[in-house]
């Protein structure tokens, strides 16, 4: 597709369920970040693959979050034992390479939005 | 990253201009400026980057004294579409963009 793509869009978990949120990047994409968005807030970095090797990590909130990209192109990130204060948008962005500077930006897809009850 | 400080909220009307001015006193030499737009229910949209100066692309333009302590993100003649949030970020190569809470623009009829 032309942009970055997450599946599902919308997902309503019950406390202590596994969920796995899907990304698509942009077909050749290099760099490959997910983000997570409280309401109200600005998105926050979680982790960022460079093709299939996860660079950075530092960003999940705790070992309950896992992400993987093992053939460097599609990424699930996948949250268990979910808890209420996961409720939030979950953004997949793809970036053509990790240099950001003079235009090689980041594209966002539209995210999938969790509700933990 | 440097912090930057951007207004919660400005209101406007159709046809008009809108300035949101960033502050970003702490930047450092190699950092660039770049804004991001944010519709409700999607993920932010690349507007403009810049690094001195003035930038002008099809959508909006970005001011740049000689400090650079600050931006001015202008968005000319602006529509109710143009209603969203307006990020500003700091940085050089660092992938952590750091969004803030950002500038909700209204524009109202």
């Known amino acids: 597709g032309a942009g970055v793509s997450q599946s599902p869009r919308y997902k309503v978990a019950k406390r202590g369920q596994d969920v796995a949120l899907r990304c698509d990047p942009i077909?050749?994409?290099?760099?490959l970040f997910w983000y997570q968005q409280a309401l109200g807030q600005g998105p926050e970095f979680l982790t960022y693959?460079?093709?299939?090797?996860?660079?950075?990590k530092s960003g999940l909130p705790s070992d309950r979050f896992f992400a993987e990209r093992p053939e460097g192109s599609v990424s699930t990130l996948k949250i268990q034992r979910t808890q209420q204060e996961d409720s939030a948008v979950y953004l997949c962005?793809?970036?053509?390479?990790?240099?950001?500077?003079?235009?090689?930006?980041?594209?966002f897809g539209e995210g999938s939005w969790l509700t933990v009850v | 990253l440097a912090k930057t400080t951007q207004p919660i909220s400005m209101d406007s009307y159709e046809g008009q201009e809108v300035n949101i001015t960033c502050s970003h006193n702490?930047?450092?030499?190699?950092?660039?400026i770049t804004w991001y737009q944010q519709f409700p229910s999607q993920g932010p949209r690349f507007i403009i980057q810049?690094?001195?100066t003035k930038v002008t692309n099809e959508v909006a333009s970005l001011f740049i004294p000689a400090d650079r302590k600050s931006s001015t993100l202008s968005l000319p003649r602006v529509s109710l579409s143009d209603t969203a949030v307006y990020y500003c970020?700091?940085?050089?190569?660092?992938?952590?963009?750091?969004f803030g809470a950002g500038t909700t623009v209204t524009v109202r009829a």
């Open positions: 962005a793809s970036s053509l390479s990790l240099d950001l500077l003079q235009g090689n930006t980041i594209y």
């Open positions: 702490n930047i450092a030499t190699n950092d660039y």
């Open positions: 077909s050749g994409h290099v760099s």
């Open positions: 970020l700091v940085g050089d190569e660092d992938y952590k963009l750091s």
């Open positions: 693959f460079q093709n299939e090797a996860q660079l950075d």
């Open positions: 810049g690094y001195k």
